[in-house]
């Protein structure tokens, strides 16, 4: 079985019971803390404290090597080691420490990578358009996004770069630079229901006469980008699938190496899918290290 099969989000929200957190359900089957977050930091960590593993903060990698064995050589002396898991996630929010290390090791050993964007990210919007919709920053639809023969029904915030919100988010992950997007502004075919102040910018731009059905059902957008990877939630691309066991994680290649998480080239959707993989290809990686 692949590693989505062999740890389901029912085995993690076992976990999160046996350590008595509260949760509750708000949308689309996504579960949050009752409390913070940090409960799950604090659960995740017990975890490891009750298998005695060992954490090293501030604990710099200058280099990895393979004789036999791994030797993985840091800023506080080299380690050696029989097995090596990569967990360093992708190139999302650098201001948390973000690097392209996974990928470096990756290729170091001759394992592919495919190419990386940010994805679940706010697209920005140039030109007239992009500053008299600046204006409706705060201002959100219920709307349908779509691009490349994918859409999303979710909320479209404007912002004062362009546009952002649940459905924007999505949409993201399939959008490439020069892709337009169209924007079906009220998909429930009741015109009452758009915010005034995005009507009376909607007159500003394309005129008093130009909110006809036709035009706001298919209002068609092309962004000058996105707001990149200091607010992207995941990347997209990665070390490619085809390089690893899908049961174990291991570099088909290179026995021993094992690559996990967000370094992988697999993306999900918004709402605790990237979690579930990041628990997921953890497990059975473990299972076997």
Same mark, same amino acid.
């Given at each position: 079985k692949s590693a989505l099969a062999r740890y389901t989000p029912e085995d993690f929200i076992r976990m999160v019971r046996r350590h008595r957190i509260a949760y509750h359900e708000k949308k689309l089957g996504q579960l949050f803390c009752d409390g913070t977050s940090q409960q799950v930091i604090d659960m995740l960590l017990k975890e490891c404290a009750d298998v005695g593993v060992e954490l090293r903060a501030g604990c710099k990698v200058s280099g990895v090597r393979k004789d036999e064995r791994f030797f993985v050589s840091t800023n506080s002396g080299e380690f050696e080691s029989r097995s090596l898991v990569i967990a360093s996630g992708g190139l999302s929010i650098p201001k948390i420490g973000a690097t392209d290390f996974g990928y470096s090791i990756a290729r170091q050993f001759g394992l592919r990578v495919v190419e990386t964007r940010p994805a679940l990210v706010p697209l920005t919007l140039g030109g007239d358009e992009g500053r008299t919709l600046s204006e409706?920053?705060?201002?959100?639809?219920?709307?349908?996004?779509?691009?490349?023969? @994918?859409?999303?029904?979710?909320? @479209?915030?404007?912002?004062?770069?362009?546009?952002?919100? +649940?459905? =924007?988010?999505q949409i993201s992950s399939f959008w490439r630079p020069?892709? &337009? =997007?169209?924007?079906? &502004?009220? +998909?429930?075919?009741?015109?009452?229901?758009?915010?005034?102040?995005? @009507?009376?910018?909607?007159?500003?731009?394309?005129?008093?006469?130009? #909110?006809?059905? !036709?035009?706001?059902?298919?209002?068609?957008?092309?962004?000058?980008?996105? #707001?990149?990877?200091?607010? &992207?939630?995941?990347?997209?691309?990665?070390?490619?699938?085809?390089?690893?066991?899908?049961?174990?994680?291991?570099?088909?290649? @290179? +026995?021993?190496?094992?690559?996990?998480? !967000?370094v992988v080239d697999v993306t999900g959707q918004l709402g605790g899918f990237n979690f579930q993989w990041a628990w997921a290809s953890g497990f059975v990686a473990g299972q076997y290290v």
């Open positions: 409706l920053s705060g201002v959100s639809l219920n709307a349908t996004v779509a691009c490349r023969g @994918v859409s999303f029904r979710e909320n @479209v915030l404007f912002t004062h770069r362009g546009l952002s919100g +649940p459905a =924007i988010l020069g892709d &337009a =997007i169209v924007i079906d &502004a009220f +998909p429930d075919m009741d015109r009452r229901s758009l915010p005034r102040r995005f @009507v009376r910018k909607w007159r500003d731009l394309y005129g008093p006469n130009a #909110e006809t059905p !036709e035009r706001l059902h298919q209002w068609t957008l092309v962004p000058s980008g996105s #707001e990149g990877y200091a607010r &992207a939630e995941v990347t997209l691309g990665g070390v490619d699938t085809i390089e690893l066991s899908s049961k174990t994680m291991e570099a088909r290649s @290179v +026995p021993g190496l094992y690559f996990i998480g !967000e």
